[in-house]
T-cell receptor
């Protein structure tokens, strides 16, 4: 089955700096790559996703890049704000299942 | 508005008891999933269903079962609760095809004592 690895597990940045979270996957058939944000005590919610026919996607301060050849994708958050503090999960979809990374706890220091 | 809800939100039970966690969605989604969330493990798939009468085992299905008698509900049953099943459980649903957003319930925090 698919193996999704996510790094780093924890990340602290100063407010206004950028944050980058990276994921690798093993199944070349994976074709959908969502990112979820989970605030403390709340449910995971989709913040951005990308499909395999696209290399990069942006939504305001958030962007995702995908390198299908190398089997990795990354989440980029620019101009971080305290409300960006949360756990972020990457995921892939293959074989009609979602596979999640183990999460990155992001702390934005005011 | 469409939604997905779980009940109860918190549950404490004793070892050996049978426990059922409810999941109800009004999205009319065919796909429904149960995950458990534990520190250091992220979200691990317990069981999933692609439609009525369809159920499948995920990577951590031992000790759990599900049934799908209608589109809206996928209850998760712990046959004989064990302390290792203390966790936060999330239900999720998504439309077909699967390469679209999954919507999560609020989660159920289960403690087995």
């Amino acid at each position: 089955g698919e193996n999704v690895e996510q790094h780093p597990s924890t990340l602290s940045v100063q407010e206004g700096d950028s944050a980058v979270i990276k994921c690798t996957y093993s199944d070349s058939a994976s074709n959908y790559f969502p990112w979820y944000k989970q605030e403390l005590g709340k449910r995971p919610q989709l913040i951005i996703d990308i499909r395999s026919n696209v290399g990069e996607k942006k939504d305001q301060r958030i962007a995702v890049t995908l390198n299908k050849t190398a089997k990795h994708f990354s989440l980029h958050i620019t101009e971080t704000q305290p409300e960006d503090s949360a756990v972020y999960f990457c995921a892939t979809e293959t074989g009609n299942q979602f596979y999640f990374g183990t999460g990155t706890s992001l702390t934005v220091i005011p | 508005d469409a939604e997905i809800t779980q009940s109860p939100r918190h549950k404490i039970t004793e070892t050996g008891r049978q426990v059922t966690l409810a999941c109800h969605q009004t999205w009319n989604h065919n796909n429904m999933f149960w995950y458990r969330q534990d520190l250091g493990h992220g979200l691990r798939l317990i069981h999933y269903s692609y439609g009525v009468q369809d159920t499948n085992k995920g990577e951590v299905s031992d000790g759990y079962s599900v049934s799908r008698s209608n589109t809206e509900d996928l209850p998760l049953t712990l046959e004989s609760a064990a302390s290792s099943q203390t966790s936060v459980y999330f239900c999720a649903s998504s439309a077909r095809p699967l390469n679209t957003e999954a919507f999560f319930g609020q989660g159920t925090r289960l403690t087995v004592v």
